[in-house]
């Protein structure tokens, strides 16, 4: 434990012992231990070192680059499913194949609670306001259930990897066990948790403390997932499982096809190793990133890189040029995470955000509550590896935004991306599934459609001339 102290001294953090004389013993002790704990995976040189880089990196990329060469994917690498419905079938029946050979995998990025939605729950739990109440982990059970239950003359078990943090692995992993796993089955479910980044003060040099025995910590960012994945060991039970295909989402979205067959079998197809989901922007001006190559190579580019002129150009068929918005939905090749997982993990930048960090001050033990930004977080980004994969092998499908995706990232009364927009698009789909089934739907009326009776509109020929007049009718299997 001496040589823990030692460590974080000869590295400049001295300020964490200001007071080690006055701790209790058992206090001492348990600074070292998470000290040490945050020392075994990444000494502090090296996270200092991290956090330099990464100003480095945030003022360099801040400043244009008039060199950088933003185009659209070419058609090789980016194609539409809107009005493309023989594709669609045709990706369908390839992606059904692998999941009925047991060779496809979902990982969910659940690490987030929903704060800015009012809950102190882990976001999965969080009910959007449905008539039958149902959280975001039953919607996407549900969805895996049925997919499963599709799957002819097998009995087919998609894996379903959670990547929870340290604040919502507990409460995740109880949640799924009071409901009994949503009616699937316990084994096929694997909770993990991505990493966390110390807390630096604004010039990154010194550590922040929580608290007299600890310092302040946060998630590694939605980039973090690729080094949960090593530290987790979870290509080996890949291997184990026979899995070929990954299907990756993010909590939050209530409408996203879990193992979607269209997406795998587009990549399969295709042949791509890395590919991504993408929605059409609203207009020039909306504030997502967007999927595009800079020189050449595959990336995110976010909207404030891009000049105005850029942003609303238009191709020969008046769309934006620059339109696939990025929405978090990848498919990654399982060869592809086994040959290249080390280096992303070795060589993704970090990222810098300046935030307002409660923070202990070890000298006069005293706590601050800033008004102001005083500390940087770290984080790493998804995206950033999408430049090593060749442009050949990067795929990006561009799917219907009223079909594949409503996030939950605001607070109820915000302009956009609520619960309530949430709910009305999850309801929305399911109502024009019924209509296209030939159900009579009166006007206004929205019904909800189990996930667990249709994943994407199939099996609701039952209600063909069926009427529906009031809302709050919930459809169960």
């Not at 809107?82 to 059904?96: D, L, R």
């Not at 990654?332 to 307002?356: F, G, S, T």
Request: proline fraction near 4%; glycine fraction near 8%.
């Amino acid at each position: 434990m001496t040589d823990t102290k030692q460590l974080f001294v000869d590295a400049g953090q001295s300020q964490l012992f200001q007071n080690w004389d006055s701790l209790p013993r058992k206090d001492q002790e348990e600074l070292l231990s998470n000290l040490k704990q945050i020392s075994s995976t990444r000494a502090p040189t090296r996270l200092l070192e991290d956090c330099q880089n990464a100003i480095k990196f945030s003022q360099t990329n801040s400043s244009s680059d008039i060199a950088v060469d933003v185009k659209p994917l070419p058609s090789t690498s980016y194609e539409s499913l809107i009005g493309n419905s023989s594709k669609e079938n045709e990706y369908w029946q390839a992606g059904m194949e692998a999941i009925g050979k047991g060779e496809v995998a979902v990982i969910l990025m659940a690490g987030g609670q929903g704060t800015r939605l009012g809950s102190s729950q882990p976001k999965g739990c969080y009910d959007i306001g449905l008539p039958s109440k149902k959280s975001l982990f039953q919607i996407q059970a549900e969805k895996l259930i049925r997919l499963q239950d599709m799957i002819e003359d097998k009995k087919v078990e998609i894996p379903w990897y959670i990547m929870t943090s340290g604040p919502t692995r507990a409460a995740t992993e109880a949640y799924f066990q009071k409901h009994d796993y949503f009616g699937l089955n316990g084994g096929q479910i694997t909770f993990f948790n991505q990493g966390a980044l110390p807390a630096f003060d604004l010039n990154g040099e010194h550590f922040l403390m929580k608290d007299p025995v600890s310092l302040s910590q946060s998630p590694d960012g939605n980039g973090g997932l690729y080094r949960a994945i090593k530290e987790n060991r979870l290509n080996e039970d890949f291997d184990r499982r026979g899995i070929k295909h990954v299907y990756m989402y993010c909590v939050d979205n209530v409408l996203s096809k879990m193992a979607d067959p269209v997406f795998i079998g587009f990549a399969i197809k295709h042949g791509f190793e890395l590919a991504t989901k993408a929605v059409r922007k609203r207009d020039a001006h909306e504030s997502v990133g967007l999927i595009a190559t800079k020189n050449n190579k595959p990336c995110v580019i976010e909207y404030s890189e891009i000049s105005n002129e850029l942003a609303e150009a238009k191709d020969e068929e008046g769309l934006l040029k620059l339109r696939a918005a990025n929405i978090v939905n990848h498919y990654y090749l399982v060869d592809l995470l086994k040959r290249d997982l080390d280096q992303w993990c070795e060589n993704m930048p970090y990222h810098i955000a300046k935030k307002k960090i409660p923070a202990y001050n070890s000298l006069t033990g005293k706590y601050t509550k800033p008004t102001e930004p005083n500390g940087i977080k770290l984080e790493q980004f998804i995206f950033d590896v999408f430049d090593t994969v060749p442009l050949s092998k990067f795929g990006c499908l561009e799917v219907d935004r009223s079909k594949e995706f409503s996030p939950l990232k605001n607070g109820s009364g915000s302009k956009n991306d609520n619960a309530e927009t949430s709910r009305l698009a999850y309801l929305s789909l399911g109502t024009s599934w019924l209509k296209n089934a030939g159900a009579v739907i009166k006007d206004g009326v929205l019904v909800e459609v189990s996930n667990k009776l249709s994943y994407a509109g199939e099996n609701l020929g039952q209600f063909k001339g069926q009427i529906f007049d009031k809302n709050g009718i919930i459809l169960e299997k």
